[in-house]
C-alpha cells in the first residue's frame, strides 16, 4: 500500500525564522532503526544518520555545485553568482511517502524481493524574483531543486531531482557536494579502481592516497558496519568517494556532467548492519533502487553456465561445445580474436576473421542441436561502430549473448553510450556481460538482459584468499560479478575446495567455469558433479557468517535443495555450521560435502563425502589456509 502525504506552508513557517531547525523533522525507517535529520545553515544543507541512536554519518552535506553562466548569458537571464550553489534555496514543500511492495525478478538470488521504505522529497527553489516573464518566455533566474531521502530498515538512499523548469532547462553539473562525516577511528576497504587491490585504510590523507571504488564496506569505532554505495547510474557520471579531510569522504565525480530537466541524478546510499553479513543479505537495496523491468518480453534470457573457448578454430570450438553438454553447461563463449585483432579499426565484427575455420551459423546450429549457446566477444571498438549492423546479423546466426570487451567507464557519453547498448541488445534478444571496469549499481533490474559483469578482481588476476573473502562484502554488493572462476589452472592461489564454493558464495546468473582450463584438463574428478548440479539463480540466499578477509560461509535454495559454499582466507580454522538457519529440524537430508584433504594421492585432493543428517544438526568443518568447503543437502522424503 501506498500512502501520500504533501505538506504544504511548511517552508513560510519555517522561513519565518533562521534556517536553524530541522527540515521537516525525522526520516525514519519502518522498522524505527535507522533515521535521518536534515537542516539548513549558512548556505549549506547538512544531515545526519543514526542507527538505534548511534552515529553513523556524524554530520554531511548534501546538494550540487552548478555553473550555468553561459547559458542565462545566452538567453538573457541574469546570471547566479553565489560561491555556493546551495545558498539562497528556499523550501516550499515536503511530499511524504509510504511504501511497502514486493516484486518477482526474471531472475537473482531471491525468487521474492519485498520493497519496504519511508520516503521524504523535500521541493527547494531559488531565485525566480530577478528578471522578465513575458510574452511565454521567462527571463526570471529561477532553478528548482529537490532532495529525495528514502529510509529503508537496510540503509538510507538519496538522490537530486531536477524539476521541469521553464528556465531551467539545461544544467551543467561540475560537482557532487554529498558527504559522509565518521567519527575518529573508522575504517574502510579501499580499491582505487574496480579490479584494483583492496586494503584496509583509516579515514586519514597519509593512508588515503587515491579516490576508492564503490561499494566501501567500513567498520565503525561503535562496531556498527557500513557500505557507501551508488545505485541507478545508467546517465550520469561514475561516483568513486574522495577523503575531503580526517574522517570525512565525498562523491567524487568522473567529470561534469549536464542533463536536460526533468532528471534524477543517481542514489547515494549509507548501508548499515551490526554484522558484516547483514550487509550482504541487505544488498537487494540497490535493485530497489532503480525502476522495474522494462523488457516486454523476457523469455530469451536464459540464466547458465558457461565454457569459454580459448582456442579458435572449428575442432577446438566443437570440442568445447561437446564438453559444456556432457558438463551441464548452458554455453560456450567465443573469446577475443574471431573477427580478427580486437583493437584494429580494420577488424570487422560482422565476419570470421578469414585465418579462422569454422562458420559461426553453422557452429551456433552444432551448438543448439547439443542443447548449447553461443556467445561470443566483442571490443567497444567495434560494438561504438557497428553495433546497429551487428544485432541483426547475430539474431540471424543464432548467438545468445555478446561480451562487451575493454569497454569505457567514467564519463557521462560512454555511460549513457553503454547503458543504451544494453537496451539495444535487449531489442533483439540478446544477453549481454560487460568486462572490464564496468561496476553495477542495479541496472539488470531494469534490463535483465544484463546479466553480470566483470569490475571484480578475479582469477585473471589470481588474487589470494584474502582477497577472495573480502569480495562478498564488497563488490558482490553492488550486484553480480563475473569473476571467471578456474579449477585446473596451476596458477589459483587458493585450493580446489574453495574453487568448488566460489559457484554458491559468487553470485552470477552467468557463471563462467574452467576460464583458464580445456576440455581435456577434466579426468573425471568426482567433486565436479557439485558445480554440474550447483545453479546460477536461486529461490533463496542466506549469507550465514563470516568477516572480510578472514571467511564467508553463504547457503543458497534452489527449489528444496540447499547449495552451501565456505571460502577460508590465509589462515586455518574450524568452524561450525549452523543448519538451523536453513534446514527443518528433524527432518532427513542427504549431503554430499566435498572438503580438502591433502593426504588424498588424487590430483586435486578433494575428499567427497555422503552421509545422512538431521536438520537443524550444527556441522563441524576444518578449513586448511587458502581452503574451504562446499555441501548440497538434499531433503530425503
Not at 527547494?124 to 510574452?135: A, H, L, T, V, W
Request: charged share 25%; hydrophobic share 40%.
Amino acid at each position: 500500500m501506498m500512502k501520500r502525504c504533501v505538506l504544504l506552508a511548511f517552508a513560510l513557517a519555517v522561513m519565518a525564522g533562521a534556517w536553524a531547525a530541522s527540515l521537516g523533522g525525522t526520516v525514519t525507517s519502518p522498522g524505527g532503526n535507522l533515521a535521518f535529520n536534515m537542516e539548513q545553515r549558512g548556505g549549506k544543507l547538512l544531515y545526519n544518520i543514526t542507527y538505534k541512536g548511534k552515529a553513523v554519518i556524524t554530520g554531511g552535506q548534501l546538494g550540487v555545485s552548478i555553473d550555468n553562466h553561459l547559458v542565462e548569458s545566452a538567453m538573457g537571464i541574469p546570471t547566479d553568482t553565489a560561491t555556493l550553489w546551495t545558498e539562497h534555496l528556499r523550501l516550499t514543500g515536503i511530499d511524504s511517502l509510504s511504501v511497502d511492495t514486493a516484486w518477482t525478478p526474471v531472475y537473482g538470488e531471491n525468487g521474492r524481493i519485498r520493497d519496504r521504505y519511508r520516503q521524504c522529497t523535500y521541493h527547494f527553489i531559488k531565485g525566480g524574483d530577478e528578471g522578465e516573464d513575458s510574452g511565454g518566455y521567462n527571463k526570471r533566474r529561477q532553478y528548482l531543486f529537490d532532495i529525495v531521502v528514502r529510509a529503508y530498515d537496510e540503509g538510507i538512499a538519496l538522490r537530486y531531482h531536477f524539476p521541469e523548469a521553464s528556465n531551467g532547462l539545461f544544467m551543467h553539473i561540475t560537482d557532487d557536494l554529498t558527504s559522509f562525516a565518521f567519527a575518529p577511528g573508522a575504517k574502510a576497504l579501499h580499491s582505487a579502481w574496480a579490479q584494483g587491490p583492496c586494503s584496509w585504510v583509516n579515514l586519514e590523507p597519509e593512508a588515503w592516497s587515491e579516490e576508492s571504488e564503490r561499494p566501501l564496506y567500513m567498520e565503525l569505532e561503535n562496531g556498527l558496519k557500513v557500505v557507501l554505495a551508488e545505485a541507478g547510474l545508467h546517465d550520469f557520471v561514475r561516483g568513486k568517494l574522495k577523503l575531503q579531510r580526517d574522517n570525512v569522504l565525498q562523491m567524487a565525480m568522473y567529470g561534469s556532467a549536464d542533463i536536460i530537466t526533468p532528471y534524477d541524478m543517481p542514489w547515494r546510499v549509507v548501508m548499515v548492519g551490526e554484522k558484516a553479513v547483514d550487509l550482504i543479505n541487505n544488498k537487494q537495496l540497490i535493485l530497489n533502487l532503480n525502476e522495474p523491468c522494462r523488457i516486454t518480453d523476457t523469455s530469451f534470457i536464459k540464466p547458465g553456465k558457461a565454457f569459454r573457448s580459448g582456442q579458435l578454430d572449428d575442432k577446438s570450438i566443437r570440442a568445447s561445445i561437446d564438453f559444456a553438454a556432457d558438463f551441464g553447461i548452458e554455453y560456450v563463449e567465443l573469446d577475443a580474436g574471431w573477427y580478427g585483432p580486437e583493437m584494429k579499426v580494420s577488424s570487422s565484427a560482422l565476419e570470421v576473421a578469414a585465418n579462422r575455420d569454422f562458420s559461426m551459423p553453422e557452429l551456433c546450429s552444432y551448438a543448439a542441436s547439443k542443447g548449447v549457446g553461443i556467445w561470443v566477444y566483442v571490443n567497444q571498438r567495434a560494438l561504438y561502430n557497428q553495433l546497429d549492423s551487428i544485432l541483426p546479423l547475430y539474431k540471424k546466426w543464432g548467438i545468445k549473448g555478446l561480451k562487451f570487451g575493454f569497454v569505457q567507464v567514467g564519463g557521462q557519453k560512454w555511460t549513457d553510450w553503454l547503458h543504451r547498448a544494453v537496451e539495444k541488445c535487449a531489442a533483439y534478444g540478446l544477453m549481454v556481460d560487460i568486462h572490464d571496469e564496468y561496476r553495477p549499481t542495479g541496472w539488470s533490474r531494469t534490463y535483465p538482459n544484463l546479466m553480470t559483469q566483470e569490475g571484480v578482481r578475479g582469477n585473471e588476476e589470481m588474487p589470494d584468499a584474502w582477497s577472495n573473502t573480502v569480495l562478498p562484502f564488497t563488490r558482490y554488493v553492488a550486484g553480480p560479478a563475473d569473476y571467471t572462476l578456474c579449477y585446473f589452472n596451476t596458477r589459483v592461489k587458493n585450493t580446489k575446495a574453495h574453487q568448488l564454493a566460489m559457484a554458491v558464495v559468487y553470485y552470477s546468473p552467468l557463471q563462467f567455469l574452467f576460464w583458464y582450463d580445456k576440455p581435456d584438463a577434466y579426468r573425471g574428478e568426482a567433486e565436479l558433479d557439485f558445480w554440474k548440479h550447483c545453479p546460477t539463480v536461486w529461490d533463496e540466499s542466506i549469507a550465514l557468517d563470516g568477516a572480510p578477509g578472514e571467511y564467508i560461509v553463504q547457503a543458497r535454495r534452489s527449489g528444496t535443495d540447499w547449495y552451501v559454499g565456505v571460502m577460508n582466507g590465509t589462515e586455518g580454522r574450524d568452524i561450525v555450521l549452523d543448519t538451523s538457519a536453513f534446514t527443518e529440524k528433524g527432518k532427513k537430508y542427504k549431503v554430499e560435502i566435498y572438503t580438502d584433504d591433502p593426504s588424498l594421492k588424487t590430483r586435486t585432493n578433494v575428499r567427497s563425502t555422503v552421509k545422512t543428517v538431521k536438520g537443524g544438526k550444527p556441522m563441524k568443518l576444518s578449513l586448511l589456509p587458502s581452503g574451504g568447503a562446499a555441501l548440497r543437502f538434499v531433503p530425503i522424503d
